[in-house]
Structures are given as C-alpha cells and as structure tokens.
C-alpha cells in the first residue's frame, strides 16, 4: 500500500491516541457500528483532504468500516498528528500522505497521491483538493469527471466553493457540511473557542486574564473565542467590518473597535476572519512591545507576516511555536505557529466530542452522495434538514439528555393560524 508518513515506528502511540478520541465520539462510533452492518459505502474510493488527526482518523475508520476505499492527506502542513498517520497506515490499512512540517510542495504532491487513487467522493477542509482539481493546468480532468460529488469541512472552503459555482464553473456536487447546524454552531464556536485558547497557552503558558484581548471577526468561530478569553478573565476588543456582526458583539458585552484604535492596546491578537491582511504594517508599527498575533481563521494570510519581516530587524525561534521579530523601532512582537491555524499547530484542534457532530455529518454526507449523486447538480447543497436533525438526536441520546415532546394539542396550535389573541 502505498502511503508517505513520518515513520511507521510511531504507529503505536498513534493507536492510543485514536482509541482515547474515539471514546469521546460517541455519534460517529454508533454511525460506525451502523455502516459496519449495512455497507453503504461498499467499494467507492474516497479521497479526503482534512487535518490529519486522531479525531480525523475516527472518521476515516467509519467509512472503511461503511465498505469504502479511503485515502487521506493533510489540509495543513502543521496539523499532521505524525503518530496518527503512522497507526492509520499499519494498524487499519489506510494510505496516508501527510507529514508535519511539510514544505508546500510536498504538500500538493500528498494532494495528487489522494486525487491519483481516482475518489469518487472527495472531503475538504478549505478546497485545496478541489481547487487543485478545477485549475486548468491541473493535469487529471479524467479524474475530475469521475467524480460523483465532495464534501467541505470549513467556512473558508465554503466561501470558495461557492465563488466556483458563481462563476459556472463548479464541475460536481458539493455537500457543505459547515452550513449544517450541529457543525457551525457547535465546532465553529466551541471548538474553535477553546482549541484556540488552548494553542495560544500552550505555546506562550501566559495568563490570560487581566489581558487586553484582541478578536478579529465575530463570525461563529470569533464569537467561541471572544467567549473563552472573556471566562479566563481578559477584557476582550473586537473588531468587525460587518455591522451587524459588530452590534451583536457590543451586545453580547464586548468592546467594539478597529484594529487602527485596537493596535495600540492589546496584549494578544487573535485573526478569524477568514480575509487576508487583517494585521498589517499600520497596525504593527503602533503595538505595544511584547504583542502576541496569532490567527485561528482557516489560512495564514490574515497577518501579513511578510510586512512584518520587512519591518523586523531580526527574527529568532524563542520557544517552540514562538518567533520574535525585534522591529526597527526596537519594539518585540511575537507570532504564534507562523500565523497558521493556532489551535492545529501549538494545540490538537478541536476537542473530540465537538468533532464527534462535525464529523458525523461528514459521515452521512458521504453516504449522500453515494446514494443520490445522480440527482444532484453542479451546485453547493446544505447538509440535509433530517440528517443534521438526527446528528443533533443522537449526540443528545449519548449524553443521556431528555427532551419534551409536543402534546397532540400543542402540535395542532402550532400548525394553525386560526387562533391568535
Ligand atoms: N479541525 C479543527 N479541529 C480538528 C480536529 N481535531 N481534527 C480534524 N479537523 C479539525
């Protein structure tokens, strides 16, 4: 099998580290035990480019177990659990093509090993396999046509995603998972918010509260952000381009700014927006001396680190995950993971039991493509209503919660308009 990974002799470790998320993903082991008995996905060939981690792992188990062929690489080059893809590749058969660190180019030829295996269905996280499949020069339009329909992980993909299909030149069916409800409203927000706390700590073991915290973006992942820095204790600035977004923020009790006012004041900047240059040259040159920028949106493009370096006149590793620039003006600010994703590279990610619904969706979404691609089109589609429904039953059913139930009566009010004051 052909695979390209760390080293196998890492494989061990890596199967404990699956074992102990997989405790914590109760909705994807009872999707699991179902495919294991139905085999819905018996034979089609999957090619998935995603975070390789224990939590991915989980989900690449499941559709094995649903009968699929799956091959797996990474959608960042610091994400990659090197132990994790060593135990997918000896201990479940599963061909990895992902190593921590890898430079950008080895990074598109993991890309191309996945889209070599010629997947039927294809899974993102931020349409890089996509997108390398819909360039021009890209050199497999044969495999772009066997295709039945993919499916995207992450806010930023989506946004791709639906540039391509505006542009008419969408070539199959995308199931955007991160429109689902028991995605975005749980992971984007509660994974990113403590994951990302997590990161920044971890590299930096600093206090937060008492910390003047900066969030850039109050989209649902900024909001999990703003909340977590808020319980630790730091007064949290957020700043928005969106006013309706900004007015929920002032609402929800933070202070509002832009990032010109906000500059001068914070100790920690976190990026979630998704865009590129949120923290640029203006804004480090009036920073306070020992400023932390770290960025949690899905790209490393949100703090222009190339005006930083131009700025810099030196630049040192000061701890793992922590790089110095001493500027011009003397004054030290530090990056966090290079500005890529903080909460892959110095954290694990989001933690299992919030990847357990992400990834549920993930599941069945596939199962919906293998089922109905035929009638499906060029178009981005939303997870379907049942499926997200039935996501959120059984994460409630796993944590022995009980829900009400609708009296006949109440139903029957409900669907009239008859009565009223
Ligand atoms: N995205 C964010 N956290 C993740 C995780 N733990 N595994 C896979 N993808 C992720």
């Known amino acids: 099998m052909k695979h390209d990974i760390r080293s196998l002799a890492l494989a061990n470790k890596g199967k404990d580290r699956i074992e102990w998320a997989g405790q914590s993903m109760p909705v994807v082991l009872s999707i699991r035990k179902n495919f294991s008995r139905t085999k819905p996905l018996k034979g089609v060939r999957i090619g998935a480019c995603l975070h390789v981690t224990s939590e991915t792992a989980n989900l690449m188990i499941t559709l094995k177990e649903g009968g699929a062929h799956v091959s797996l690489c990474a959608s960042n080059p610091l994400s990659t659990q090197d132990e994790v893809a060593a135990s997918l590749v000896k201990h479940y058969g599963i061909p990895v093509f992902a190593v921590n660190g890898e430079n950008s180019k080895q990074y598109y030829r993991h890309i191309q090993a996945v ?10 996280d931020g349409a890089d396999l996509i997108s390398t499949l819909h360039r021009t020069r890209d050199p497999r339009p044969e495999t772009r046509d066997s295709i039945w329909g993919s499916t995207e992980e992450t806010t930023t993909g989506v946004i791709r995603l639906k540039s391509l299909e505006k542009e008419g030149k969408l070539q199959f069916p995308i199931i955007a998972v991160n429109e689902a409800q028991t995605k975005h409203l749980f992971d984007n927000r509660y994974g990113t918010g403590q994951s990302t706390l997590d990161g920044i700590i971890r590299a930096t073991n600093h206090l937060i509260a008492g910390q003047i915290f ?5 989209g649902w992942c900024g909001k999990g952000v703003a909340m977590r820095a808020k319980g630790l204790g730091a007064q949290v600035i957020v700043t928005e381009v969106e006013p309706l977004r900004a007015l929920e ?4 009790g933070f202070s509002v700014k832009t990032m010109a006012e906000a500059a001068p004041i914070g ?5 979630l927006t998704g865009d590129r240059d949120v923290i640029r040259k203006e804004h480090f040159l009036k920073m306070k001396d020992g400023a932390i920028l770290a960025n949690s949106g899905h790209f490393d493009i949100e703090i222009d680190i190339a005006a930083l370096k131009k700025l810099s006149r030196k630049t040192q590793r000061i701890r793992s995950f922590v790089d110095e620039y001493i500027l011009q003006n003397r004054k030290k600010i530090y990056v966090l993971a290079e500005g890529r994703l903080v909460n892959l590279a110095a954290a694990e990610g989001h933690p299992a039991s919030v990847m357990d619904l992400s990834f549920a969706n993930q599941s069945l979404s596939a199962e919906y493509i293998a089922r109905h691609h035929d009638n499906l089109g060029r ?11 039935e996501i959120a039953r059984l994460k409630l059913e796993a944590m022995q919660i009980s829900i009400d139930q609708l009296t006949p009566v109440q139903k029957g ?9």
């Open 379 to 389: 178009k981005v589609y939303a997870v379907p209503e049942p499926i997200d429904r």
């Open 214 to 218: 900066v969030v850039a973006g109050y």
């Open 413 to 421: 009010y409900l669907e009239s308009w008859q009565l009223g004051t």
């Open 249 to 252: 923020a002032v609402m929800d």
């Open 267 to 271: 100790n920690i900047f976190v990026t």
């Open 115 to 124: 889209l070599a295996t010629n997947p039927q269905v294809t899974m993102d």
